[in-house]
T-cell receptor, first 116, second 115 residues
Framework: EAGVTQFPSHSVIEKGQTVTLRCDPISGHDNLYWYRRVMGKEIKFLLHFVKESKQDESGMPNNRFLAERTGGTYSTLKVQPAELEDSGVYFC??????????????FGQGTRLTVV | AQSVTQLGSHVSVSEGALVLLRCNYSSSVPPYLFWYVQYPNQGLQLLLKYTTGATLVKGINGFEAEFKKSETSFHLTKPSAHMSDAAEYFCAVTMLTGANSKLTFGKGITLSVRP
């Protein structure tokens, strides 16, 4: 069974440009999460989808970040325009929902974003 | 609100020595606790989890952790370190119910294993 897949693995962009990160969750997983780790800091929650709906987006840093999950399958996270402080590793995770409870989350390998 | 404290950023042990990585949590409701590991150039991998039931949980690669409610702790141990255990370890807490299933992570601890 394929795990959580993220594209690209690395991205280097200039300040002011746009970058789109993609996450393909494990098939059948309704929950999809985005997290970010800025260098030297802890992994921080960004947002949570249940199928195509945003369940919790309390961790999104500002309106330069836009996440979508059309059709409840893969998700994209767009940063526009990118700023230097957006650099970090962006993780995606997915999990199942069983009887209203979420199972443990499985993580992708992350996308390392560098804004120069 | 939930929080996780992992004291220190780096632990170094000799091969064959005991590994002890500390994790303390704060949660207003019974928590679900996890340890994840990140090997170099890889993603986060689940080591073990505590949800309900037995407070001593065993995970992959010989690791185990004990949930101690009175101490609000979930320390990770391994009796004998191996060179392949060198990685970064993250403790995390969640409630796993509906909207509250996001993970709150500690800052992570890097484990080095000396030959």
């Amino acid at each position: 069974e394929a795990g959580v897949t993220q594209f690209p693995s690395h991205s280097v962009i200039e300040k002011g440009q746009t970058v789109t990160l993609r996450c393909d969750p494990i098939s059948g997983h309704d929950n999809l999460y985005w997290y970010r780790r800025v260098m030297g800091k802890e992994i921080k929650f960004l947002l949570h989808f249940v199928k195509e709906s945003k369940q919790d987006e309390s961790g999104m840093p500002n309106n330069r970040f836009l996440a979508e999950r059309t059709g409840g399958t893969y998700s994209t996270l767009k940063v526009q325009p990118a700023e230097l402080e957006d650099s970090g590793v962006y993780f995606c995770a997915s999990s199942q929902v069983i009887w209203g409870f979420s199972t443990e989350a499985f993580f992708g390998q992350g996308t390392r974003l560098t804004v120069v | 609100a939930q929080s996780v404290t992992q004291l220190g950023s780096h632990v170094s042990v000799s091969e064959g020595a005991l590994v002890l990585l500390r994790c303390n949590y704060s949660s207003s409701v019974p928590p679900y606790l996890f340890w994840y590991v990140q090997y170099p150039n890889q993603g986060l991998q689940l080591l073990l989890k505590y949800t309900t039931g037995a407070t001593l949980v065993k995970g992959i690669n010989g690791f185990e952790a004990e949930f101690k409610k009175s101490e609000t702790s979930f320390h990770l141990t391994k009796p004998s370190a191996h060179m392949s255990d060198a990685a970064e370890y993250f403790c995390a807490v969640t409630m796993l119910t509906g909207a509250n299933s996001k993970l709150t992570f500690g800052k992570g601890i890097t484990l080095s294993v000396r030959p």
